[in-house]
């Protein structure tokens, strides 16, 4: 036993592989040492992405899979020009003869495709069982921790959209990345759930392509591209993803209730009891019912929105489909709003009105805690509307 006083710090370099979204989301590159697990659900674009990561890399790199043939992997390596001699494959599911290649080989990175698929020879069980894969899971442990190699491995994600597998692989890893994204958009958003060396509040965004994952630096255009005007429903709001501002479209839909029976509340994209807080507001402060309409919330692309500073977003858009009144193509807004009717500060309040500003947005409604921050970033490029209370805020986001 030592005083932690007593314990030299280490400063290490960290491993980077050419992909700066992912590097920001694991917190500047791959610790030496450390083992991270990326799970996502099949076809997502794990194994895509960790090839090229391999491929980034400048020294060797082993790839285990247990799913897929040499070959396989060869033919997904010319798709993404991943084709190196210093990238070695490794067929097979024994999780020793995995960890001896390594201690030969001494790569800059072992990744491993999938751990559900190890066995490890003196464990019970099949592969994929509590007992094989915390066996497995904890021999690449301490191989990384012994040999200060990282190791990746990619997980299986469950119907539930939990990872596969006992919960405590989640507890041994030193990070838990997450793939995410919708069958029916390209793009793809990594997010860190678990990071013991660095920030669990960033994100990454690609765009899945036939070349490989294409990294996103501009996500707001995006999930603004192909926004309708002047369409009542639609709202815009600048929400943070970690240190990153992005601007969102949320759309809703006010429609009359039909079948005689509840009416329908459906959230996509948005926490769905925000979405039943900010109705519960309407009628409350504004006496904008909708007992008997049907609401339909969603935030465009896919995007899935867990911030506060959302609610000025979420209401304006209920609100302007109730009234049928289109919100300026030119606006945007952030804030929390209370139950009170208040709408209270956020922070970053700057660095959202710079985002805003950069995209050619005339106008952005901001909390009145907030209206110094806004000032100073606007200068005199965009208008800035502080509010205190929700009627502020509506009035606001309707007139130009």
């Known amino acids: 036993m030592q005083s932690i006083t007593d314990i030299a710090a280490e400063h290490f370099e960290r491993i980077t592989v050419g992909l700066p979204e992912l590097e920001r989301v694991l917190g500047g590159g791959f610790v030496p040492g450390s083992l991270v697990l990326v799970g996502g659900e099949p076809g997502i674009g794990k194994s895509t992405l960790l090839m090229q990561v391999a491929a980034g890399l400048d020294q060797p790199v082993i790839y285990v899979s247990g799913e897929e043939s040499a070959a396989q992997l060869r033919l997904r390596a010319e798709r993404l020009s991943a084709l190196k001699e210093n990238l070695f494959i490794l067929t097979g599911t024994d999780v020793s003869e995995v960890v001896n290649l390594a201690v030969e080989k001494r790569p800059a990175l072992l990744i491993v495709d999938s751990v559900q698929t190890l066995t490890a020879p003196d464990a019970a069980g099949l592969p994929g069982s509590i007992v094989q894969v915390r066996a497995c899971a904890g021999s690449l442990m301490q191989f990384a921790k012994e040999t200060g190699i990282p190791v990746v491995l990619i997980g299986h994600i469950t119907k539930s959209g939990s990872l596969a597998g006992p919960k405590i692989l989640e507890h041994m890893v030193d990070t838990v990345l997450y793939f995410e994204g919708e069958a029916q958009f390209s793009y793809r958003v990594l997010r860190a759930f678990k990071n013991r060396f660095g920030s669990t509040n960033e994100i990454a965004l690609f765009e899945m392509t036939d070349r490989g994952m294409r990294e996103l630096t501009n996500p707001s255009e995006l999930f603004l591209s192909g926004r ?83 609610d000025i977003g979420i209401m304006g858009a209920i609100a302007s489909s109730l009234r049928d009144r289109p919100i300026p193509h030119g606006t945007a807004g952030f804030g929390e709003i209370g139950l009170s009717g208040e709408v209270r500060g956020v922070s970053k309040a700057e660095i959202r009105t710079r985002e805003a500003v950069r995209l050619g947005f005339k106008k952005v409604v901001v909390p009145n805690s907030n209206l110094g921050e806004a000032q100073k970033a606007a200068g005199t490029a965009i208008k800035v509307a502080a509010v205190g209370t929700v009627m502020e805020a509506l009035a606001e986001l309707l007139t130009e």
């Open 228 to 310: 309708a005007l002047d369409v009542a429903g639609s709202a815009v709001v600048v929400a943070m993803e970690g240190t990153r501002p992005i601007l969102v479209e949320i759309q809703a839909l006010a429609a009359p209730n039909t079948t005689g029976g509840y009416p329908r509340r459906l959230s996509t994209g948005v926490d769905p009891n925000r979405t039943a807080v900010m109705l519960a507001v309407l009628e409350k402060r504004l006496h904008l019912g909708a007992g008997n309409v049907d609401v339909y919330v969603q935030a465009i692309g896919g995007f899935r929105l867990s911030e506060p500073a959302a």
